[in-house]
């Protein structure tokens, strides 16, 4: 921080606002807040004629150049946790890439629900009024003291007859609207609890002497003193003995217990077993650990592609990458496509790591969510595992960055603030020097091209564990068949499987009256002229479409290209 005129001190704030090419604004920093403000802190400042929070981005020595008078910050925002520098530099570097608004960045790194919540406070200005000049909005305040928040207002006024009597009322200067920071929306959760005041032995005798007059009190005495002293929560020891309020406060009015807040942990998945089995490796699955587990420990910086068929224990291997990272105190992040898939991995490493697994997902509540980015933040976990959004977990010590199913198009996000996980892993690698592992038995093409010319080294796992052999796949060409919907390969199969007691699954990946359409003579196939995919046939409206730019013609009488009749829906 530097000095400006006669000791003033600047800091440049990005508004918290989803606006792309929004800039940073000076404010002049109070002397106040001089001991408190850093980079990354969420702040309060003007802006127009009303308050938007922001983030310090930098301080400065002076301010612009031609500005006369500079607004100063109004506070800090305590209850938004500050911004580390290294995520508001991927914010601008993920901005400027995706074109997108650097704000909406920083929010994907901050917990949901602990954002600043800004309310407006409605305040009597007018003290008198004329008989009949006062109206609803001036009534409700009178009711309440000549100040309320605009929420109350709005529940008991309805919204759109609030905003019509608030304008009247700011128009004639009746009221005043200001600004509070309203409580947010999640926030630690604290139970009640209980904790002896004296030693555990203590506590067993003094149990023992209160036995007859005071059993309640005594049992709870015992159960304090088996916990070697720490605290119990007061909920826990209802569900065991009943009520206890009363007796805990015989204990306390004797001195032998008090009352004390407790900060409890959301746990996610709390009911899920874990599975602690480690298996044997197979000599592809050895080389493949030991040779990523070396790239972590010499800092290369490599990226691999872990490529292997399905059932080869991919999966595995980057699980014992995990636990070499966790043991020589490293963080690690497992991305996956679907939120659903998350059980299972949490399962199997909470089994070999226990409390050092979180989980962030938007499935869980804002409360889970809270505390797990808490820990987080803290150092506490040292493995993460979730969709694309634990992309911005919170990890200082990053050393290895998994992305399972790379292939899957869920790692792009389709609304504000637009990005591919993929992006950010690497921008995350390239700051911290994280190992990348991408895993897949059918990789994208793009993925797959690095591996080939070099940019990712390449570990394959050719062969299934247990030496279970791969299904046969079959590809039939359906214009030699005669049936539209299943060829004589698949009814006879099917056949086989019924005859035998056997069960069948069908998969239809597709939408529309029929995926395509095709010339029986020449075997031409309709496409889209954009994007080079076949049209779907949809038959309620009578049209072709294609599925991913919308383009739209009618199904054609003959084929464009041989002028054949034999046109057929497949």
Not at 128 to 149: I, N, S, T, Y
Not at 478 to 502: D, F, Q, T, V
């Amino acid at each position: 921080m530097g000095l400006g005129r006669e000791g003033e001190r600047y800091v440049r704030v990005l508004i918290d606002r989803a606006v792309q090419g929004l800039s940073e604004l000076t404010y002049l920093l109070p002397p106040e807040l001089e001991g408190e403000a850093r980079v990354g802190s969420a702040v309060l400042v003007p802006l127009g004629g009303g308050w938007a929070p922001g983030y310090i981005m930098g301080f400065e020595e002076s301010p612009p150049e031609g500005t006369d008078r500079i607004k100063p910050v109004k506070c800090l925002l305590p209850q938004v946790p500050p911004v580390p520098e290294w995520m508001l530099s991927l914010a601008g570097r993920l901005a400027d890439y995706f074109c997108e608004p650097k704000a909406a960045f920083i929010r994907c790194v901050l917990p949901r629900g602990a954002e600043a919540r800004l309310e407006r406070v409605v305040v009597l200005a007018k003290k008198e009024f004329k008989p009949g000049e006062e109206d609803e909005l001036v009534e409700a305040l009178r009711r309440r003291g000549g100040k309320a928040l605009a929420s109350e207002l709005e529940a008991e006024l309805g919204v759109e007859r609030f905003e019509k009597l608030l304008a009247r009322a700011r128009r004639r200067k009746w009221v005043v609207v200001e600004v509070t920071l309203g409580p947010p929306k999640v926030k630690p959760a604290i139970r009640l609890a209980a904790e002896l005041t004296v030693s555990p032995e203590e506590a067993m005798e003094e149990a023992k002497r209160m036995e007859r007059r005071a059993p309640k009190a005594s049992r709870i005495l015992r159960l304090l003193a088996e916990k070697g002293g720490r605290a119990v929560i007061i909920v826990d020891l209802e569900r065991e003995l009943g009520s206890v309020r009363s007796s805990v406060g015989v204990l306390e009015r004797h001195g032998l217990a008090r009352r004390i807040p407790v900060e409890i942990r959301r746990i996610p998945y709390a009911w899920l077993s874990e599975r602690p089995g480690v298996p044997k490796l197979t000599p592809e699955q050895e080389a493949a650990a030991r040779r990523i587990c070396q790239n972590i420990d010499r800092r290369e910086g490599r990226g691999f592609l872990l490529f292997g068929v399905t059932g080869s224990g991919k999966s595995e291997v980057y699980w014992r990458a995990i636990e070499h990272v966790v043991s020589r105190g490293g963080q690690a992040m497992v991305l996956l496509p679907e939120i659903a898939l998350t059980t299972q991995l949490v399962r199997q490493l909470r089994g070999r790591l226990g409390g050092l697994v979180a989980v962030i997902h938007s499935a869980l509540s804002l409360g889970e969510r809270f505390d797990e980015w808490r820990r987080i933040a803290k150092g506490e976990a040292r493995v993460v595992v979730g969709p694309r959004s634990a992309a911005f977990a919170p990890l200082e010590d990053l050393d290895l960055i998994v992305m399972d199913e790379e292939q899957d198009g869920s790692y792009k996000q389709d609304h504000m603030p637009h990005y591919h996980a993929k992006a950010v892993v690497e921008e995350r690698a390239k700051e911290t020097g994280a190992t990348v592992v991408y895993v897949s038995a059918t990789p994208s093409v793009e993925t797959f091209y690095r591996a080939q010319v070099g940019d990712l080294e390449l570990l394959e796992l050719k062969e299934r564990i247990f030496g279970a052999p791969l299904p046969e796949v079959s590809v039939v060409d359906m214009r030699e068949e005669e049936s539209r919907i299943a060829s004589e390969r698949l009814k006879e199969a099917l056949a086989e499987r019924l005859a035998k007691g056997e069960q069948a699954i069908l998969f239809v990946n597709r939408r529309g009256y029929a995926g395509t359409i095709i010339c029986r003579e020449c075997g031409f196939v309709l496409k889209c002229p954009n994007c080079e995919v076949t049209l779907t046939l949809h038959r309620e409206t009578k049209s072709m479409l294609c599925h991913h730019c919308g383009y739209r013609e009618r199904p054609p009488r003959v084929c464009p290209n041989c002028e054949g009749v034999r046109l057929t829906g497949i």
